[in-house]
């Protein structure tokens, strides 16, 4: 016996298919930004000088913004040489008496579990050794940014 399936197949009480690959693709650009804190991350704890993370908009504001706030050494784009992967940034790792900068990193907002915080927040927390950085209006910023700007927004990591 064959079964003939309706137009929108979908078990009961499940998420259409046009629905999953919105969803899919939202959470997409948080498991990247992700994946290029983890992947720097694990390469500044072996000990590497430095890294090639794919370029993207979100990627770059995040690596520009470690950069100003002193956590990596430099950054520079490369261009792709017959390739079709696209561009990539390089990444320059920088140690602080021969210790990662990025071993305290903590990822606060997930795909799961997004994480967002005013600027009544934001005064209320007392000021720490640990930078918070924040994704805003205003791209992305620093819990002490945010403050100055009186903003608030989505939580990212913090170091």
């Not at 908009?57 to 002193?70: V, W």
Request: a positive charge; hydrophobic letters at 40%; aromatic letters at 10%.
């Amino acid at each position: 016996m064959v079964e003939q399936w309706p137009e929108k197949p979908c078990v009961s009480g499940s998420i259409p298919l046009s629905d999953i690959r919105f969803t899919i693709s939202l959470k997409f650009m948080n498991i990247k930004s992700a994946q290029l804190l983890i992947g720097l991350k694990n390469s500044s704890n072996v000990k590497k000088k430095e890294v090639e993370v794919f370029f993207t908009k979100m990627s770059y504001q995040i690596i520009e913004r470690l950069y100003n706030e002193g956590f990596i050494q430099s950054f520079y784009i490369k261009e792709p040489s017959f390739s079709k992967t696209g561009k990539k940034i390089v990444v320059i790792l920088k140690y602080l008496h021969n210790k990662s900068m990025f071993s305290d990193l903590k990822i606060l907002s997930k795909p799961s579990l997004i994480k967002y915080v005013s600027l009544k927040d934001l005064k209320k927390t007392p000021k720490k050794k640990t930078v918070v950085f924040l994704s805003t209006t205003k791209g992305i910023l620093t819990d002490s940014q945010c403050k100055l700007r009186s903003i608030g927004g989505k939580l990212l990591f913090s170091l």
